[in-house]
């Protein structure tokens, strides 16, 4: 068992007084290419990381209001009934949406564990929906597959939790594999791995986390929702994923610089692909600098933070480096040759320190396997 998925058990223990019957586990993710296109019809490019939130579940609490959830990351107990803008919120909604699909979750206990840094864009909230999803799956028999799992929980999102969000970060966790980036075409929601095999290229995922709050992430994101769907109506097409270039002379103003971002960027993806199945890590990195630009110029989610370690990025060596997630604050990705990341990530502190930013946090992250159930318990 990894460690996370350990905690959970342990903590299942102390707190239960007994052994969980299952472990389940799911990671958070990295998105590499392919932003603000998943709520358009486009394509995304994610791959999970190697930090995870971890579930364990076993018999007994009573159903309802009397099930318990544990955190031992916020060390407390809360109740199954109820909402209240806590963690507790992301396992009540699995439920919630479980029942609205039509799948019955009876009683259970559940102690919860990760590792994921939360609120900085990572992904936390789909980590640990998909956790408590593949656990219910797998403990109540449901045999849901992994696609609906993914639905399912981007609905406990979108209506329970009350976050309008696309469909990434949630098929991310569920289906991505160990050494491989997911294509995902958000419109058929048909997934496949793309490998990504960056130690044979010399390269390491650095992820900095600028540690600005993304306070306005939810206006902003909803804002940028509310004119794509504008511009698509302008056009006349169901989603901007049927626009074509022809068609940004036909907007203007906001419409145009966003709709030309979707449009490009679902362009980005499909060429990154490409660039992956030939191994050609130049393209790829030429890419993500493109991206970061239009998400910068057109959609306008950057922030002045992200451009300066996209800047740095470019002045120290990276292949490819952009914002990854929503924007607005967050983290940022960079291809940093693995010899040269402890220069690199110093050289961007003191590009943050100069402009007078609060000290980034860096993370190096492998391309890691989507959730799963844990092997053998153990005491
Ligand atoms: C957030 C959302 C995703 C996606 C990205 C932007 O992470 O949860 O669904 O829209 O923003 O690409």
């Known amino acids: 068992m990894r460690e996370t998925e350990q905690t959970a058990a342990q903590a299942y223990r102390e707190t239960f007084g007994d052994q969980p019957e299952l472990v389940a586990s799911a990671p958070g993710r990295v998105n590499l290419i392919g932003e603000h296109t998943d709520y358009n019809g486009g394509f995304v490019l994610p791959c999970a990381i190697d930090r995870r939130i971890a579930v364990a579940v076993g018999a007994g609490g009573g159903g309802g209001f009397r099930t318990r959830l544990y955190s031992a990351d916020f060390d407390e107990t809360r109740h199954m009934d109820g909402k209240d803008s806590s963690w507790a919120d992301y396992p009540r909604g699995v439920a919630w949406a479980m029942g609205e699909a039509g799948h019955e979750i009876g009683a259970f206990r559940a102690a919860f564990a990760g590792d994921v840094p939360l609120g900085s864009g990572l ?6 929906e998909a956790a408590t999803a593949l656990a219910f799956d797998a403990f109540f028999g449901l045999g849901i597959g992994r696609t609906d799992l993914a639905v399912i929980c981007q609905r406990a999102e979108n209506d329970y939790v009350g976050v309008a969000s696309g469909i990434m970060d949630q098929y991310a966790s569920l289906l991505c594999e160990a050494g491989a980036a997911l294509l995902v075409d958000c419109r058929s929601l048909e997934a496949s791995s793309v490998p990504l095999d960056l130690e044979a290229a010399g390269l390491s995922l650095v992820v900095c986390d600028t540690r600005v709050e993304r306070g306005l992430a939810d206006t902003g994101y909803n804002d940028r929702r509310a004119t794509c769907e504008r511009a698509a109506s302008m056009l006349g097409v169901e989603e901007l994923r049927d626009a074509t270039e022809g068609d940004l ?26 660039a992956l199945e030939n191994e050609d890590f130049d393209e790829f990195g030429r890419l993500m600098y493109a991206s970061h630009a239009s998400l910068r110029d057109d959609y306008e989610v950057s922030t002045p933070e992200l ?5 740095a990025a470019e002045e120290h060596g990276a292949r490819g480096a952009r914002l990854t997630g929503a924007g607005f604050g967050g983290c940022a990705i960079a291809l940093v040759p693995e010899d040269k990341t402890a220069a690199f990530t110093n050289a961007c502190e003191q590009a943050f320190e100069g402009r007078g930013f609060e000290k980034p946090a860096f993370y190096e992250f492998v391309p890691a396997a989507g959730a799963d159930l844990a092997a053998g318990i153990e005491e």
């Open 249 to 274: 002379d036909l907007l203007s103003g906001a419409e145009k610089k966003r709709a030309r971002h979707v449009v490009s960027e679902n362009a980005r993806v499909l060429q990154a692909v490409r």
């Open 307 to 311: 451009d300066t370690f996209v800047e």
């Open 123 to 128: 992904s936390s909230s789909a980590a640990i």
